[in-house]
């Protein structure tokens, strides 16, 4: 079945420092989703890419999907105590409904 | 509050006996997923409706579980036959659905279930 990798699966940064995490799928996939889990709380969404090669920003975030359409990546620049928390990314395949989320990868920053 | 609410939040039982969750979506979602979470891991999909319909359910469902959403608003999920394995937050989720391409999801804050 279809499945979605996540690394790092766990990354402890200084704040202020760059935080990258990758995610990629087993199989092509429609589009891309990227969740945020704070300690305690529920998946809150933050983008979803569509397009091959596909860039988004948002404020610090930069997504990518890739241009095979089966990894994606998300970048955090000058890492704040804020953004601690889960991050996952959650694919969906052309031919289904469903999600299929990854492990999800930690960040903790220390300021 | 117009967001995804669930009820119960804690939910503790004895192996064996059943349970039941409610969920009510944002009210102008006409999709609801239920997902099931554990420590250290991400959402694993259970089953979803559009509108009243149960339209896919996870192979890994055992038939102990079962969801509804009779009038495609609120849905429950109920487990049977409680077993320590089933231990996990519960999640639901809605989102809507326009031209085939759906939106994001609205996460629900859960229901912990702890089978002793």
């Known amino acids: 079945g279809q499945q979605v990798m996540q690394i790092p699966q766990y990354q402890h940064v200084q704040e202020g420092e760059d935080f990258t995490t990758y995610c990629n799928s087993s199989?092509?996939?429609?589009?891309i989703q990227w969740y945020k889990q704070r300690p305690g709380g529920h998946p809150v969404f933050l983008i979803q890419?569509?397009?091959?090669?596909e860039v988004k920003k948002q404020k610090r975030l930069t997504f990518q999907f890739g241009e095979a359409k089966k990894n994606s990546s998300l970048h955090i620049t000058a890492t704040q105590t804020t953004d601690v928390g889960t991050y996952f990314c959650?694919?969906?395949?052309?031919?289904?409904?469903?999600?299929?989320f990854g492990a999800g990868t930690i960040l903790r920053v220390k300021s | 509050d117009t967001g995804v609410s669930q009820d119960p939040r804690h939910k503790i039982t004895k192996r064996g006996q059943n349970v039941t969750f409610r969920c009510d979506p944002i009210?102008?979602?006409?999709?609801l997923y239920w997902y099931r979470q554990t420590l250290g891991q991400g959402p694993e999909f259970l089953t979803y409706?559009?509108?009243?319909?149960?339209?896919?359910k996870s192979r890994l469902l055992s038939d102990r579980f079962s969801a509804e959403r009779p009038k495609g608003s609120f849905s429950t999920l109920e487990i049977q036959r409680t077993e320590q394995g089933d231990s996990a937050m519960y999640l639901c989720?809605?989102?809507?659905?326009?031209?085939?391409?759906?939106?994001?999801?609205?996460f629900g804050p859960g229901t912990r279930l702890t089978v002793t």
């Open positions: 989720a809605s989102s809507k659905v326009a031209g085939g391409l759906p939106y994001e999801q609205y």
């Open positions: 199989t092509t996939l429609s589009n």
């Open positions: 890419l569509v397009k091959s090669g």
């Open positions: 959650a694919g969906r395949r052309p031919s289904g409904n469903k999600l299929v």
């Open positions: 009210s102008e979602h006409n999709r």
């Open positions: 409706f559009q509108n009243e319909a149960q339209l896919e």
